[in-house]
């Protein structure tokens, strides 16, 4: 697996509101700190306002859902202005679009009527409110990229959710790579065999789906092997990883290794991963003393794991 370019910033689609951007229908913003800054250093933010970009204007009348949940009308609060067959037109246009930038996942605005990804109010006929609505822009976004990566400024706050996210976006973008060429079974046991570790710290059960499919990638044309791996790759990293899974990957890798070790690096890392067990070191100590010893002895099965690819600020690139 070639090392990621460390200039190069994977594309982001964002509601341009929380990137500051004075774009509300009150004609302010909702800049968030963490997505703005924080990743921002990471990610390059391709901006999106449905609703001013969908000739909405600023300021504007505020809008909101109405009818059936699940396919909702969005209109003005005040003069019922049906904005819905001019979202939808917006929206595809504005997603082919995203298609061709290659964006890798979408941070959108929580709460809003055209951004947010869950818990919208609907309001029916009969005037009852269901809270399980999608904003109409986010809501088609989601059914076409299914497997891009999203989430909503409100949870990006929990560093655990900001952490998956990112290793998502990731793992989501050297899949893209891979399915921009022409799919082969061994190109794609060799990206398989690249992230085993990585999603054995994820969901075991996913990896072993999927190395059972690739035994059997002879029987599948490339778009039926594209399709049978892109769904559990993709799901296998909503699931988060913990000590314990991450310690057993690493007692894997370790078994791997001692062969070719003295008997001093096998207590460094046999301390290590202990020392990880019991959170008195970082993930980061037995990941980088793996890494090391890896190259040092060229054990190849263990030097190109994106699993080692693990950065300071804690996500797997
Ligand atoms: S939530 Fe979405 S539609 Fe509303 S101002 Fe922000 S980017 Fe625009």
Request: hydrophobic letters at 35%.
């Given at each position: 697996?070639?090392?990621?370019n460390p200039e190069f910033k994977i594309k982001v689609g964002?509601?341009?509101?929380l990137l500051g951007e004075k774009v509300r229908w009150d004609?302010?913003?909702?800049?968030?700190?963490?997505?703005?800054?924080?990743?921002?250093?990471?990610?390059?933010?391709?901006?999106?306002?449905?609703?001013?970009?969908?000739?909405?204007?600023?300021?504007?009348?505020?809008?909101?859902?109405?009818?059936?949940?699940?396919?909702?009308?969005?209109?003005?609060?005040?003069?019922?202005?049906?904005?819905?067959?001019?979202?939808?037109?917006?929206?595809?246009?504005?997603?082919?679009?995203?298609?061709k930038l290659g964006v890798c996942g979408y941070i959108f605005?929580?709460?809003?009527?055209?951004?947010?990804?869950?818990?919208?109010?609907?309001?029916?006929?009969?005037?009852?409110?269901?809270?399980?609505?999608?904003?109409?822009?986010?809501?088609?976004?989601?059914?076409?990229?299914?497997?891009?990566?999203?989430?909503?400024?409100?949870?990006?706050?929990?560093?655990?959710?900001?952490?998956?996210?990112?290793?998502?976006?990731?793992?989501?973008?050297?899949?893209?790579?891979?399915?921009?060429?022409?799919?082969?079974?061994?190109?794609?046991?060799?990206?398989?065999?690249?992230?085993?570790?990585?999603?054995?710290?994820?969901?075991?059960?996913?990896?072993?789906?999927?190395?059972?499919?690739?035994?059997?990638?002879?029987?599948?044309?490339?778009?039926?092997?594209?399709?049978?791996?892109?769904?559990?790759?993709?799901?296998?990293?909503?699931?988060?990883?913990?000590?314990?899974?991450?310690?057993?990957?690493?007692?894997?890798?370790?078994?791997?290794?001692?062969?070719?070790?003295?008997?001093?690096?096998?207590?460094?890392?046999?301390?290590?991963?202990?020392?990880?067990?019991?959170?008195?070191?970082?993930?980061?100590?037995?990941?980088?003393?793996?890494?090391?010893?890896?190259?040092?002895?060229?054990?190849?099965?263990?030097?190109?794991?994106?699993?080692?690819?693990?950065?300071?600020?804690?996500?797997?690139?």
């Open positions: 697996m070639p090392f990621r964002v509601s341009s509101c004609g302010g913003h909702k800049r968030n700190r963490t997505v703005k800054n924080q990743l921002g250093r990471i990610f390059e933010w391709v901006p999106t306002c449905p609703e001013v970009e969908s000739g909405m204007g600023i300021p504007r009348e505020a809008v909101r859902l109405m009818g059936n949940v699940r396919s909702p009308r969005m209109v003005g609060t005040e003069s019922a202005t049906d904005w819905t067959a001019r979202m939808t037109r917006y929206a595809r246009k504005r997603l082919r679009e995203l298609a605005k929580s709460r809003s009527p055209s951004c947010g990804v869950a818990r919208i109010p609907v309001t029916a006929k009969n005037g009852k409110t269901a809270t399980q609505g999608r904003g109409l822009f986010a809501d088609l976004f989601m059914r076409q990229f299914s497997h891009i990566p999203v989430e909503d400024e409100d949870r990006l706050q929990d560093a655990r959710v900001r952490e998956l996210f990112i290793t998502r976006v990731f793992a989501y973008h050297r899949l893209a790579q891979l399915l921009s060429d022409r799919l082969s079974q061994k190109t794609l046991a060799e990206f398989h065999k690249a992230h085993k570790y990585l999603l054995m710290a994820h969901s075991r059960k996913h990896e072993t789906a999927l190395a059972k499919l690739i035994e059997r990638a002879h029987r599948y044309s490339p778009a039926q092997l594209k399709t049978r791996y892109t769904e559990p790759f993709m799901q296998a990293f909503t699931y988060k990883t913990t000590v314990n899974k991450n310690a057993a990957v690493l007692n894997h890798m370790f078994r791997i290794l001692k062969k070719s070790l003295s008997e001093a690096e096998q207590h460094n890392i046999v301390k290590a991963i202990e020392d990880y067990r019991k959170k008195s070191v970082p993930l980061m100590k037995p990941v980088t003393l793996i890494k090391r010893l890896a190259r040092k002895y060229k054990v190849g099965s263990l030097t190109g794991q994106v699993y080692l690819n693990y950065s300071a600020q804690g996500q797997f690139i």
